[in-house]
């Protein structure tokens, strides 16, 4: 028999109700759109919530939507005020703070490992790689990491998962804390610390401070894992750390020596590792999530297998190959050292000729054109280069005349056949931007299209 995600009377104490919740609830949902049978709908009120750094809102009432809620087929919703819903209300003062209790309930009641994982770049491919090592593993749904995501995805942990593994981002000072404190995770990671939300925080040291503080909310006895060259001063909570890298200093030690590459562990033994979609960024990652099977206890041998088999997420480094062209897919996001990451595994993908179109990098701050055009040196390796943006502009203008492959001051104005006549079968072309960019603009879709019609 399915047990419910929470229990009427769960639901009640977790809330504080004043009148017990006459239902049970399967899972819960702040988006009428997406809303399942059986959902509990949080009518968030999409105001700016000043009590928490970097809060934004959607400007939208949840109130609003409580009727399309209950048409979809809510159990419940949950509210700050009656609507004359068709389905049971549970009033509460302000749901924001309610969701945030519904957090903090299934944190207490659960009793399996729980991970957090933060950095700079590359925090949803960590976080389904190791989720994907954990059968039977609750995970946040893709990059729900902030102040809402968090509490959302902590609220959908079901008691009797097997463990849990939560993505924590920022884009400001003071928003990891509170996060880990209400994660209270057994081992946390933080994967890396690059020159992204610089023009929120101002430096990589504020950014390194920042990232570390997700050690303020381990649980006794937790782990922090960290990448071997990270300077760990100023870390707070963890009564233990476990390193990762390269260098022979590192705990877990990636050894990319030829023919096979390995991941050498504390104990001596040493792990093949083999991925889908390789290079050298995701074999660090790997690397992390190995080290963090060690800090939880769990034998890292279970994962060479899921890592192998695992392919990334959509946007994240995937290779679609379309009329003999690979498209590696990395259009969710960019930074200046992902994009040389990336580059450096396009070099490594067998090909006849290696493309890169790159879009602007946001939130870089007044360095943002030099950090942009700062990119010319890792595409000497290049067959040619496509900009897209205002900011890229300052990367075509620096690469040499024979990698000058076009300039577009945005992705409405792309010319996606110019693009597709340069490619021929058995090249490759790596397509990377921030978020706002070609992801949004579902530029790789365009260009599979075209491709495939050709």
Not at 54 to 74: E, I, L, M, P, Y
Not at 133 to 158: Q, Y
Not at 282 to 310: F, S, W
Not at 368 to 393: K, P, S, T
Request: charged content about 20%.
């Amino acid at each position: 028999m399915k047990r419910p995600l929470w229990s009427r009377q769960a639901l009640t104490e977790a809330l504080q109700l004043r009148d017990p919740s006459p239902v049970d609830v399967d899972g819960i949902s702040i988006d009428s759109r997406t809303l399942k049978p059986g959902d509990l709908f949080i009518a968030l009120s999409g105001r700016p919530d000043a009590r928490y750094h970097g809060a934004g809102g959607s400007g939208r009432d949840g109130h609003d939507f409580v009727a399309a809620a209950a048409q979809r087929g809510a159990a419940a919703v949950l509210v700050s005020r009656r609507t004359g819903a068709a389905v049971p209300e549970l009033l509460v003062e302000d749901t924001f703070d309610a969701l945030w209790k519904l957090a903090r309930a299934a944190r207490a009641r659960f009793v399996g490992p729980v991970f957090a994982i933060t950095g700079s770049s590359g925090k949803t491919t960590a976080k389904t790689m190791l989720a994907a090592t954990l059968p039977g593993c609750h995970a946040s749904e893709g990059s729900f990491n902030n102040h809402i995501g968090v509490p959302v995805s902590l609220a959908r942990l079901h008691e009797h998962a097997v463990a849990a593994v939560f993505e924590v981002g920022m884009n400001s000072p003071g928003e990891i804390a509170p996060l880990a404190q209400l994660i209270r995770p057994d081992v946390a990671l933080v994967l890396n610390v690059l020159g992204v939300h610089l023009e929120g925080l101002g430096s990589i040291e504020a950014i390194r401070q920042e990232k570390l503080s997700i050690s303020s909310g381990l649980s006794d006895g937790g782990v922090l894992v960290a990448p071997d060259d990270l300077l760990l001063e100023g870390m707070s909570g963890a009564a233990k750390v476990i390193s990762f890298g390269r260098s022979r200093e590192a705990d877990v030690r990636l050894d990319e020596q030829d023919p096979d590459i390995r991941v050498r562990l504390p104990d001596g033994r040493a792990l093949a590792l083999q991925l889908a979609a390789d290079g050298p960024h995701r074999r660090i990652t790997a690397t992390a999530i190995i080290a963090c099977l060690v800090a939880a206890g769990v034998d890292p041998e279970g994962a060479v297998e899921p890592l192998r088999a695992l392919q990334p997420p959509k946007g994240r480094g995937g290779v679609l190959e379309v009329s003999g062209v690979r498209i590696v897919d990395d259009s969710y996001n960019a930074n200046p050292e992902s994009i040389r990451l990336a580059i450096a595994g396009l070099l490594e993908l067998p090909a006849q000729r290696r493309y890169a179109l790159l879009g602007d990098m946001l939130e870089l701050g007044p360095e943002e054109h030099a950090l942009h055009a700062g990119l010319a040196a890792a595409c000497a390796g290049l067959d040619g280069v496509f900009c897209v943006g205002e900011r890229m502009a300052a990367l075509h203008a620096a690469l040499p005349q024979q990698l000058r492959a076009g300039w577009w001051p945005d992705c409405e104005h792309l010319d996606v056949d110019r693009v597709i006549a340069t490619l021929q079968p058995g090249d490759a072309l790596l397509v990377k931007a921030s978020n706002r960019l070609f992801w949004k603009a579902g530029t790789v879709d365009r260009l599979a299209t075209a491709l495939g019609e050709r």
